[in-house]
């Protein structure tokens, strides 16, 4: 039984993945209406200072980046997915925002 049920969960994500991105285009922004506003949470958490160069004034640090945004085309009912309440998806194939860091 549950051999089946781990089947039947990975047929349910293959048929979510395949509907959500069968006709997806990544280039435009996910938003209904080209007018609506798209917000994007940004954090940056500091994972370890590498080096200070106080002569050159250079910082080295490693940072984890979070960026947390409502894609609207990527939307689905549970119910008809067995309850499938998540999905990963590999980030190159949906829309991400650019991001540019700089020292001001």
Do not use: C
Not at 62 to 85: A, Q, R, T
């Amino acid at each position: 039984m549950g051999a089946e049920f781990n089947q039947m969960s990975k047929d349910l994500e293959g048929q979510l993945y395949e509907d959500l991105l069968f006709d997806y285009n990544k280039i435009p922004r996910p938003v209904k209406n080209s007018s609506d506003i798209l917000t994007v949470d940004v954090g940056a958490s500091l994972i370890r200072i590498i080096d200070v160069d106080e002569k050159n004034q250079v910082l080295t640090t490693n940072l984890w980046l979070e960026m947390k945004w409502f894609d609207s085309k990527l939307v689905w009912d549970p119910i008809k997915y067995g309850g499938l309440l998540t999905l990963h998806i590999p980030s190159d194939l949906i829309w991400t925002p650019d991001l540019v860091l700089y020292n001001k």
